[in-house]
């Protein structure tokens, strides 16, 4: 919105600096931090007098759980709500890329809200039918996918690129959309089920974001695209505002969700910031760097999966208890001591995940 206000420079003043994306995108990051931060308190509040007992604790989860008890959750709102105000107000509005992520992101929360209110008021695990989080999810996904291919340059329109080896193009056809809603409905559950301790799933997903935002602004740029050898997607330069708004009001939420919590952020934040990160990287053409930015969420769903199949197969289980970060709670690791660490992880993957851009 901000944006519009280039009208009024000549050139060399102060409305100028809004043509600049990292400007912008700072605004963004700025304003997604303070709307947290001013806002957080009060909706945490509103939280705990709404929802009573908060969010239900499984029966069968670690013991340390059991003290949670009380704890509101559904704080992905307050992210929710930053990361839209700050996007809305200093991103390009005419940009397509924008309205896709943000399409898939309030989408996915507004499963997520569903899901969490079914707890909550039925105070039980269950939530919101899995078949049916999976069929809303894969129809929101497929129609970001087609959108986004339609966005693409003609060179890149369903195809796959691959990290490191610079001219690779795989050409999916028909089969770039069930692709691309498979990268962002699983991003969107990988996350949900690594939000399991307090502020263990928003510092990995801000750490995600802000590489994908810069991907983001590198493949959106012909000069950078020009020395780096990758390919470039115009337009896509503007996802980094989004991208920074995102690392902003996750920076605002982490500060009521830093140990111990005073908010959960439930499955109205863990889908739809996953929905975000998938959809940001089906948009830049990254959707296999993203499996490794996202390499934590990726063990994390990876460990569920293993235990299921195993546990059927033979009646044992590989892990004390899925998903892994449960596990390592089992085996007597302190709460912050895997939430550290597993931040630790997932910063070094970050780094690979980028090194990928010049590995060529």
Not at 110 to 129: C, E, M, P
Not at 292 to 300: A, M, S, T
Not at 340 to 355: E, H, P, Y
Request: hydrophobic share 55%; glycine share 12%; with cysteine.
């Amino acid at each position: 919105m901000l944006y519009w206000l280039t009208a009024l420079s000549d050139g060399g003043d102060f409305f100028n600096l809004f043509r600049y994306i990292t400007f912008r995108a700072g605004g963004a990051f700025f304003t997604a931090l303070i709307f947290g931060f001013f806002f957080g308190r009060p909706l945490i509040n509103v939280l705990r007098r709404r929802q009573g007992k908060g969010q239900p604790i499984r029966d069968d989860g670690p013991e340390t759980h059991f003290a949670k008890a009380g704890t509101p959750t559904m704080g992905g709102l307050l992210i929710l709500s930053a990361l839209l105000t700050a996007t809305l107000l200093w991103a390009r509005l005419d940009n397509g890329f924008v309205w896709i992520v943000l399409l898939v992101t309030f989408s996915f929360g507004l499963i997520g809200f569903v899901d969490d209110f079914a707890k909550v008021s039925k105070q039980s695990t269950a939530g919101l039918s899995g078949r049916v989080r999976l069929l809303l999810g894969f129809l929101i996904s497929g129609l970001a996918a087609y959108c986004a291919a339609l966005l693409h340059p003609e060179a890149l329109q369903y195809r796959l690129a691959l990290p490191v080896f610079k001219d690779t193009l795989i050409n999916l056809g028909f089969l770039f959309v069930p692709f691309a809603m498979i990268v962002i409905v699983g991003s969107a559950n990988a996350v949900n089920l690594t939000d399991g301790l307090d502020g263990l799933a928003i510092m990995p997903v801000m750490i995600a974001a802000g590489a994908l935002g810069v991907i983001a602004y590198a493949v959106g740029r012909t000069d950078f695209t020009e020395y780096l050898d990758v390919h470039y997607v115009p337009g896509t330069g503007e996802i980094l505002v989004f991208c920074a708004a995102l690392f902003g009001g996750g920076l605002g939420f982490l500060w009521y969700n830093a140990p111990p919590a005073a908010v959960f952020m439930g499955d109205t934040g863990s889908l739809a910031l996953g929905g975000a990160l998938g959809a940001v990287a089906v948009a830049t053409k990254h959707e296999i760097v993203l499996a490794i930015i996202g390499g934590l969420f990726v063990v994390e769903a990876l460990s569920v999966i293993i235990q299921v199949l195993y546990f059927k197969a033979t009646g044992k289980r590989v892990f004390l208890m899925a998903p892994i970060h449960h596990h390592f709670e089992k085996k007597g690791w302190a709460e912050p001591q895997i939430v550290i660490r597993f931040w630790i992880i997932a910063l070094i993957l970050a780094m690979i995940g980028l090194a990928t851009l010049k590995v060529r």
